[in-house]
């Protein structure tokens, strides 16, 4: 029997949403039949990777709120300007994406996101953001065989110093 100071509903359906939401990913992942693709993984994978997580968080959701006591709980309040500055990097890569390439534009990205959320040392977090971006390019590139955009201002410069695209 449940006691009702450790029930609570919004918890609750919150896992019930999260699990329902990863059952159906995974059913529907499952039912689509397999496409033939050249890419060393198939379309199949980060579905039934995000189900498979989905299904984790629902559960561990639902135990949380059905079976756990809950104390109460302060939560910080939200720093807005972060939030903002954040959005604002986010929709600035979306413009420069296609013109800079993923690199560079997941480089600010990441170094505009890390400043807005406290750090200062600005050197640290573009080095950070390029082995990131880097290897993200180089995964979906070579590995996945999916490209990613390389930039048009990038691909100009690789022409000019006598390379081709």
């Known amino acids: 029997m449940l006691k009702s100071a450790n029930f609570r509903i919004g918890e609750t359906v919150l896992g019930l949403a999260t699990l329902s939401l ?4 995974a059913i529907e992942t499952w039912m689509t039949p397999p496409i033939a693709a050249q890419a060393v993984i198939g379309p199949g994978l ?8 989905l299904i984790l968080v629902g559960a561990q959701l639902l135990y949380e709120a059905i079976l756990r006591r ?3 709980e302060e939560f910080p309040e939200l720093d807005w300007k972060a939030v903002i500055i954040v959005a604002a990097a986010f929709a600035s890569q979306l413009v ?7 690199i560079l534009s997941g480089t600010f990205l990441f170094a505009t996101s890390a400043m807005a959320f406290g750090s200062r040392s600005h050197i640290r977090n573009i080095v950070i953001g390029i082995a990131l971006s880097s290897v993200t390019y180089l995964v979906f590139d070579y590995g996945l065989d999916l490209d990613l955009p390389t930039g048009s201002t990038i691909e100009d410069l690789i022409i000019a110093f006598g390379g081709s695209v």
Do not use: D, N
């Open 22 to 25: 990863g059952l159906f990913i």
């Open 46 to 53: 980060f579905p039934a990777l995000i189900a498979g997580g």
């Open 70 to 72: 809950f104390e109460a």
């Open 96 to 102: 420069i994406l296609e013109r800079l390439g993923w």
